[in-house]
Every structure is written in structure tokens, then in C-alpha cells.
């Protein structure tokens, strides 16, 4: 039983975040644009929707937190295309001045309670009680926001915007050449990307009924390295098995993350866990193909002192 509460909350946390993984999908694998506002965002997604929720509103707290994401997402891109900063630089003012506005948002403070709040999830738990289901309320709801965004990215990167966007990431200069704005494009992309995100931090807010001010930190690294997680599994196939691969990276992220924290491991090590996590994740793929140079070096060395003992025989 303990094996199957360590998965299902793994599963749990993992498609939550797995909507950040999502998110960073099409910002990064399409766009090409590492938006390093998703911490911030993240943040203010949950921020938002906490505040929208304890209001009275839990339904409308999602689409407040994605239209928070929608205009930390237009920040950064505005940011970029239109003043002519870096996109890593632009990210990072971004990510720095959402600090104060989530402060704000807050009312001053750095903690939200939301035990006493009904939230979608509560909502959810009500209905399915006295049913077979009564206890996998979270994990319904991750789901079915999990299925809908993949289903929303599979079908709008079919369509002319889509494949505009996907173009802009491989070749904006051809882009350009082509009668397609890509600064449209861009904006396009970083605002949907950064709706994702909001949406990720308000259901996580929401699922453990509480909002810390560093509920982000740390997002974009964890979800970059599970996007590469998912690459090494599913390879870079169409776009729904590409976007399957972003959440099972998720999931086999938060399992590890979840397990490391079943050895009574302090506090403070957790962020090492995590920083471990991500080295592996990214420089895995690097010595995978380093392997075979990696062979030839140990067998030339091997062979090496048997040709010269060859050699000192008279």
C-alpha cells in the first residue's frame, strides 16, 4: 500500500507540473525561447487563482490564473521583440519584478491558507463522494487538465498559427521571408505558453491548499530537465507523442523526487535532490552518446600494454 501512495502521489504532482513541462514545450522545443519567467509565472498563476478562490469563485480561478499567465507571457515577449532585450535577460526582469507584484497580489504577505476554502478540487471531492473514486479527486482533475492541453497543442500546432509559430522557432529569417510576422508569432506563443503555466501553479496551489511566495522556484529547471527526461523516452516523434513524453518526464521526476524524500533526507537537501536530478536528466543524453568514444578510449589503453609486452618479448 505504501508503494501505491508514493506512485499515486507522484502521479499526482507530476501531471500538475507536467502542465509547466507543457508549457515549456511549446515555449522551448517550438518557439526555441527559454522563457525564464516561468518561476514568477508559475507563482502568479497560483497567487491569482488563490486569491479568485478563497474570493468565492473557485471555477473562475482558473481562467484568472491563465490570464495572469497571458500577461506575464505578453511582459516578456513585448520585452524581447519590441525593446530589443534578450530573451534570457528579458525572462530574468520579468521573473524579478513578478516577485513584488505576487507580494501584492497576496495582500502584503508571502503565505495564503486555503484549508477552509472551496476550491475545484474540494467541488470534485464532493461529488465523488460515497464512490469508487472518492479518493483519486486530485488525480481526476490532473488528468482531465493534462488531456485537454495536449488535445489544445496537438490541434492548434496543425493549424496556420501553429505552424507559423513552429517555423518561427526553426527559422525566423524565413520566416520573415515568407510575409510571416514573427514577432506576432512570438507573442502568440510566449502568451499561451505562460496561460499553461498559471494554470500549473493555480491546481497546485489549489491541491495542497496553500501558497507559499517560493512556490515557483525552481520550475524552469525542473521542467526543462523533465522535457529531456521525456525526449530520452519517447524520441522526437509528432507532436501528441512528443507532448506525452513532456508529462511522462514529469512523472518519472516527481517519482524520484518523491522516493528521495522517503529517506527522511532535512529540508534543506531537498534543492540538492532536485539539482542531482537535473544533471542527470541533462547530461545523461550527452554520455549516452559519448558511450561508443568512451569504449574505444578503455579498449585502446587495454590493448596498449599487451602490444608492448608483445614488443619487449625477444
Known amino acids: 500500500m505504501q508503494i501505491i501512495g508514493l506512485v499515486q502521489t507522484a502521479l499526482e504532482l507530476g501531471l500538475i507540473s507536467s502542465l509547466t513541462v507543457l508549457a515549456l514545450f511549446l515555449s522551448y522545443s517550438m518557439l526555441n525561447i527559454c522563457d525564464l519567467s516561468t518561476d514568477g509565472c508559475f507563482t502568479l498563476g497560483a497567487t491569482v487563482g488563490a486569491v479568485v478562490a478563497i474570493s468565492g469563485h473557485p471555477y473562475l480561478s482558473i481562467p484568472a490564473a491563465m490570464l495572469a499567465g497571458v500577461c506575464s507571457g505578453f511582459t516578456t515577449a513585448f520585452l524581447q ?18 516577485y513584488s507584484i505576487n507580494i501584492a497580489v497576496m495582500g502584503n504577505s508571502s503565505l495564503l491558507n486555503m484549508n477552509k476554502t472551496e476550491t475545484v478540487f474540494t467541488r470534485l471531492k464532493a461529488v465523488l463522494a460515497d464512490t469508487v473514486f472518492s479518493g483519486q479527486y486530485r488525480l481526476i482533475i490532473a488528468l482531465i487538465a493534462v488531456a485537454l492541453v495536449i488535445l489544445f497543442l496537438s490541434l492548434f500546432l496543425r493549424t496556420r498559427l501553429g505552424l507559423a509559430i513552429r517555423a518561427t522557432g526553426n527559422n525566423p529569417d524565413m520566416v520573415q521571408a515568407s510575409s510571416i510576422n514573427p514577432v506576432f508569432t512570438s507573442i502568440v506563443g510566449l502568451c499561451i505558453s505562460n496561460s499553461i503555466t498559471g494554470l500549473s501553479g493555480c491546481l497546485l496551489a489549489q491541491s495542497q491548499k496553500s501558497v507559499n511566495i517560493d512556490i515557483g522556484t525552481g520550475m524552469v529547471t525542473i521542467a526543462l530537465a523533465s522535457l529531456l527526461i521525456g525526449r530520452a523516452f519517447m524520441g522526437r516523434g509528432k507532436i501528441p507523442v512528443q507532448a506525452i513524453g513532456a508529462v511522462l518526464g514529469a512523472f518519472v521526476f516527481r517519482l524520484v523526487y518523491t522516493i528521495a524524500l522517503r529517506f527522511d533526507l ?20 550527452y554520455f549516452r552518446t559519448q558511450m561508443p568514444v568512451i569504449r574505444r578510449k578503455l579498449q585502446h589503453r587495454k590493448a596498449r600494454p599487451a602490444e608492448e609486452d608483445r614488443k619487449a618479448v625477444p
Open 81 to 98: 521583440t519590441k525593446m530589443g532585450i534578450n530573451s534570457l535577460l528579458a525572462g530574468i526582469i520579468v521573473n524579478t519584478g513578478l
Open 266 to 285: 532535512p529540508a534543506y537537501m531537498l534543492k540538492l535532490v532536485s539539482s542531482v536530478i537535473v544533471i542527470i536528466a541533462i547530461a545523461g543524453p
